[in-house]
């Protein structure tokens, strides 16, 4: 019989409507793909040597469970560089990208029926993350006219006995919004540990995001390369973590995954010392995509009340079409060949939105936006 974890594990719905689009595709239709966060760049020139490289002097082992010492420094440099941080390389667990991180935490943080606060909306996979270590989401709201930050009084009054610890995502997925240095600020005054997700830092085009380790150290920090350096299927994160936690969560990396990518390892490395002229440009091209959808959105009738400045989403309020996003978003796939990514993905809080992503090249954009005017245009409701 199966487990009830198994049984209880919701869909995450934008791989279902990319696999519909795939079906689609196959018959064949020309499927514009506004709905996954995932770069549309190649690597960085010197991660593509750096993986080379890697394969040619045979560095294709297992290295430390914690991780490729060298990388670990760099790592501790970036945090410095960025933030004014400073981190030991002992306090660092790498891993293959933030998802097993995000569960070896809280595998080593959570007693069963501990509880986790979140933001509602927030990323999708969070919830499911939190009941396989059998703990219990404490979901948080957070509102569009906030630019969906949280408000400290809020968490407060979330918080009891049990909870263990608060989730932050900045810049936050499925919304682009930065929590801004006072909220930080109030949030890591509470008691419980702070999980701060930083997995989009620096994909921000005003303003700049800060780490949560700049207002306290009691705190898991997530971050990787997938994202920034366009590094998704090289699948290399890390989580910088309190000392007394990083034994624990080492022996759960040594039974569950052993260690992450040897090559991807080095190809990290390289990201972090040599690939900032080729960043700065993915950026320069993603703030013009974001300024054309943010402005393209708005003459589409659909609601933008802050602007995104980071990651590389938008979304907006889509209740004028439609309150329930899961048809809606299917509805456009099938009538208007372009996908996009329903709300209710990321919460209750997000049913009657849609989430866009600019990480498609503008010619793309353009087209499918021009089919989202052309489905509103014959829009009759669902």
Do not use: W
Request: net charge negative.
């Amino acid at each position: 019989m199966i487990s009830d974890k198994a049984q209880g594990i919701s869909p995450f719905i934008v791989m279902e409507v990319l696999e519909r689009a795939a079906v689609l595709e196959k018959e064949g239709h020309h499927i514009i793909h506004l709905e996954v966060g995932e770069p549309d760049f190649n690597v960085p020139s010197c991660v593509l040597q750096a993986t080379e490289q890697a394969i040619k002097q045979g560095r294709t082992h297992y290295t430390h469970s914690l991780g490729d010492p060298e990388l670990r420094i760099e790592i501790c440099k970036h945090y410095f560089k960025e933030y004014g941080v400073t981190v030991s390389p002992d306090q660092i667990l790498v891993t293959s990208g933030t998802s097993p991180a995000i569960l070896m935490i809280l595998f080593a943080l959570c007693n069963p029926n501990d509880e986790i606060i979140l933001s509602d909306p927030g990323y999708a996979c969070y919830p499911n993350f939190i009941n396989l270590a059998g703990a219990k989401m404490v979901k948080v709201p957070v509102y569009e006219a906030d630019g969906f930050q949280y408000r400290p009084e809020n968490i407060g009054l979330a918080i009891t006995e049990r909870t263990k610890a608060i989730m932050i995502n900045s810049p936050m997925n499925p919304t682009g919004n930065l929590l801004s240095p006072d909220t930080l600020k109030a949030i890591s005054g509470f008691s419980p540990y702070i999980i701060s997700d930083e997995i989009y830092h620096g994909l921000v085009y005003q303003d700049r995001a800060h780490s949560i380790l700049e207002y306290t150290s009691h705190a898991f920090v997530l971050n990787g390369f997938s994202k920034l350096y366009a590094m998704t299927g090289l699948r290399l994160g890390y989580v910088i973590a309190p000392e007394e936690f990083v034994r624990p969560m080492q022996k759960l990396q040594q039974n569950l995954f052993i260690c992450a990518s040897s090559v991807a390892q080095r190809a990290g490395i390289a990201a972090l010392r040599e690939a900032g002229q080729e960043i700065n440009h993915m950026k320069e091209v993603y703030n013009e995509r974001r300024k054309y959808m943010i402005i393209r959105l708005r003459e589409l009738g659909f609601r933008i009340t802050v602007e995104p400045t980071g990651a590389f989403y938008v979304f907006v309020d889509a209740r004028h079409l439609a309150t329930n996003s899961y048809k809606l978003a299917f509805d456009i796939l099938e009538k208007a060949h372009l996908g996009v990514t329903p709300g209710i993905d990321f919460g209750e809080n997000g049913e009657g939105y849609l989430r866009f992503s600019y990480a498609n090249s503008l010619e793309n954009i353009m087209e499918g936006l021009n089919r989202l005017e052309n489905y509103i245009r014959h829009f009759e409701g669902l």
